[in-house]
């Protein structure tokens, strides 16, 4: 039966992708499914997604900021394959991000790590630090299958963590920025729409700073054998300093930084 559910799960998720079409939550309609399940049935789309020639190049990781938990009745991170499919590049801090096929998007500022070597299972930053290559600043568009964002752990779990689209600032390498570990926890975002602050975040709301967000995804990694681990070259985008809001075609988003030398990012949906 459960591996009944997931096939059944990861059939439906490969429609609600290509569509961005809503459906009742998997967790109403298949009462057993839990987090694992989820995670082997987003397995199942990650497959589908290799074979019709996406190339995956990182990874996201999604509920690390703990004052949205209460928000969204999800109360531990998660985590899902970015492909060359969903990363857009900004070019001189802009970027022009589509819409089309996301279901009930939201945007989300975060910090982007590059890998140079497969992280520790370790809660050293030092330790974590050394494993990366760069840093920088993305927005992450996530999207939710079911509406009006009701959904319970096995539903961001089996929906690839809820990503839609990632869009990456340019690298700043880590041997530029002194300190960097310290300054993480307190770097400050603001999140403008058509230039009025809509939100703001700190990186101490990322699981107590963005190094300690990607040692949670080497620690859950580890107990998932069936997922390849992080390598050198993977970029991990550590999740949202804000809440997470929502977005339409024909709105410009913007950020702006405070506390490391990272340029905002200005965004046009379409």
């Known amino acids: 039966m459960p591996e009944r559910t997931v096939k059944k799960v990861s059939e439906e998720l490969i429609e609600l992708a290509a569509s961005g079409h809503t459906a009742a ?3 109403a309609r298949f009462r057993k499914l839990d987090a694992e399940m989820g ?17 995956p190049l990182g990874r996201k990781i999604g509920f690390t900021n703990r004052t949205i938990w209460p928000r969204y009745g999800v109360h531990q991170p998660i985590w899902g394959f970015v492909y060359d499919q969903t990363v857009l590049h900004a070019r001189d801090g802009r ?4 819409l089309e096929g996301l279901a009930q998007p939201r945007i989300e500022p975060e910090i982007c790590f590059g890998l140079r070597a497969p992280p520790p299972r370790s809660h050293d930053p030092h330790a974590i630090l050394a494993a990366i290559e760069w840093v920088a600043h993305s927005i992450e568009i996530v999207q939710c299958f079911h509406p009006d964002w009701k959904l319970k752990l096995p539903d961001c779990t089996a929906a690839n963590g809820l990503h839609g689209r990632l869009v990456l600032g ?12 310290a300054l993480l926890p307190a770097v400050r975002v603001v999140l403008k729409r058509s230039g009025k602050k809509v939100d703001e975040g700190v990186g101490a709301n990322v699981l107590d700073s963005p190094l300690f967000a990607l040692a949670h995804l ?8 069936d997922f390849d681990q992080l390598h050198a070259g993977e970029i991990v985008s550590t999740g949202t300093l804000t809440d997470a809001h929502p977005v339409k075609p024909g709105e410009t988003w913007s950020t702006a930084f405070e506390g490391l030398p990272l340029a905002g990012l200005t965004v046009k949906f379409r």
Do not use: C, N
């Open 218 to 225: 080497v620690e859950l990694l580890a107990i998932q054998p």
């Open 170 to 181: 340019p690298p700043t390498p880590v041997h530029d920025i002194p300190d960097l570990e």
């Open 95 to 98: 970027a022009e991000v589509p």
């Open 39 to 55: 995670y082997r049935a987003m397995r199942r789309l990650h497959e589908h997604r290799l074979t019709i020639g996406w190339k």
């Open 25 to 27: 939550p998997f967790s």
